[in-house]
């Protein structure tokens, strides 16, 4: 059994911030238990008490390595919610976050289109309500170009170096794109030849959360035609966002258990940090205090120690901000109801962290949930990724950015779109966008319909 938990230093967030049994790894095991054995809960996977105990599980993989008997609570949550949800429609959330990545996709052909709509008040509140997200939070920005097109405009790079294959996950193609081009640049100065995904694909890491799990096996076996040449010659997959790349590392072998390249993409795939170290690239000296914060799904598949040992090798002071789940985890702490107690998790370690930072220390975050989290959380302060970090170190010395607050210098950089060719169809986007959002609309429905 999962020990009683009783100090603070326990694995489930929700249980640190409510003190309620029924928020441990063991409480909710205990009521998957009394489900599948019918007696006390008798509406099976129908059971809106299972289904309210689970809501508050952040799928943040913590009990899968402190648990001492490796509880994989997402796992049961996902595999719950899909017998729960089928055949019927889900919460509009689901959708609105499940399937970001087809959202994305529509909101890419005009991001200045949709900024417009999720930056400005009233039309944002409309959105959000329609979406099942929480009033309180703020809609991610649009980069305005995705990190795909950046790379297929600027052209092979180290064409004679080794081989390796940058992850463009949903979220730093969409959002983060300052990310992929610091990774992508990073990669290149230690001289590898990096390439990407000739098409959109996406592992449908959202998609767990939700129960999605039919439409998720269909997104990997998508991945696997998609980069199968890559996987068979043995090319590394190096992922930018830890939960992206735990999504092969963990989920897809569970889902894909029988499929040769399924394992093989399990044993390619390394977290960006991992594989530099790996490497044993030499990286430039940065000689600055560091703080350091780990992904959930970062530390459940890998740890963060590669990115500590890195970082101690350029010269860096490096203190690891201790603590669980950001509170964030994904799209759990946009949805509506779960805003205040996704900040009171954050409070117990992320925020309180930062706070206490000095002002010229730079704060490292990997995960676009950890990012997002602190730079909503009303801390006057932003954390950049390890390849955003190797980058100011590469162009600014071994004193990084000057004076307080390093991070501003580098934080959301854009991209900008390049040549009359990228602007016309942008331009020509923003007038299809509309009748593009709500054809995804219905497409999308339609697909999860199916799931």
């Not at 076996?221 to 997959?237: F, H, S």
Request: glycine content about 12%; overall charge positive; aromatic content about 6%.
């Amino acid at each position: 059994k999962c020990r009683i938990p009783d100090t603070d230093d326990v694995m489930c967030p929700s249980f640190q911030v409510l003190r309620e049994e029924t928020h441990t790894t063991r409480g909710r095991a205990r009521l998957l238990f009394e489900m599948l054995e019918g007696d006390i809960i008798t509406d099976g996977w129908r059971s809106s008490e299972v289904e309210e105990a689970l809501d508050l599980c952040l799928s943040c993989k913590g009990c899968t390595n402190d648990c001492p008997v490796n509880v994989d609570m997402p796992t049961y949550k996902a595999e719950f919610l899909h017998h729960h949800w089928k055949g019927r429609l889900r919460p509009r959330q689901a959708y609105a976050m499940g399937l970001i990545d087809k959202t994305a996709a529509v909101a890419s052909l005009a991001p200045g289109l949709a900024n417009l709509v999720g930056q400005t008040p009233g039309l944002s509140n409309a959105l959000k309500a329609l979406g099942g997200v929480a009033q309180e939070r703020r809609v991610p920005v649009f980069a305005p170009i995705t990190l795909r097109r950046w790379f297929a405009g600027r052209g092979e790079r180290n064409v004679d170096g080794p081989r390796v294959l940058l992850w463009p996950d949903t979220f730093t193609d969409n959002f983060h794109t300052d990310v992929g081009v610091a990774a992508v640049e990073a990669l290149e100065a230690g001289g590898f030849h990096v390439v990407m995904p000739g098409r959109r694909l996406c592992c449908g890491r959202p998609l767990y959360d939700y129960g999605f799990l039919t439409l998720a096996r269909r997104y990997l076996r998508r991945v696997l035609g998609g980069i199968r040449d890559e996987i068979r010659r043995g090319t590394p997959v190096v992922g930018m966002e830890p939960s992206c790349l735990a999504t092969f590392r963990d989920e897809l072998p569970k889902l894909l258990p029988h499929d040769d390249d399924a394992k093989r993409l399990a044993e390619q795939s390394v977290h960006f940090g991992e594989f530099l170290r790996r490497a044993g690239v030499e990286l430039p000296p940065l000689h600055r205090k560091v703080v350091l914060w780990g992904h959930c799904h970062h530390k459940a598949t890998g740890g963060i120690e590669a990115d500590q040992a890195l970082l101690r090798s350029m010269g860096a002071e490096v203190e690891i901000a201790a603590g669980g789940c950001c509170g964030l985890a994904g799209s759990w702490g946009f949805e509506a109801g779960h805003h205040e107690l996704s900040l009171k998790i954050g409070e117990e370690g992320l925020l309180p962290a930062v706070r206490k930072a000095e002002a010229d220390a730079v704060i490292v975050a990997d995960g676009f949930s950890c990012r997002t989290q602190l730079e909503q959380s009303g801390v006057d302060r932003r954390a950049l990724h390890l390849a955003q970090v190797l980058k100011m170190a590469r162009e600014r010395g071994a004193g990084g950015a000057p004076g307080p607050y390093p991070e501003r210098a580098y934080a959301g950089l854009r991209p900008a779109p390049g040549g009359s060719r990228t602007r016309r169809r942008l331009g020509t986007a923003g007038a299809l966008s509309a009748v593009g959002l709500a054809a995804a609309g219905l497409g999308l429905r339609r697909a999860a319909r199916r799931d």
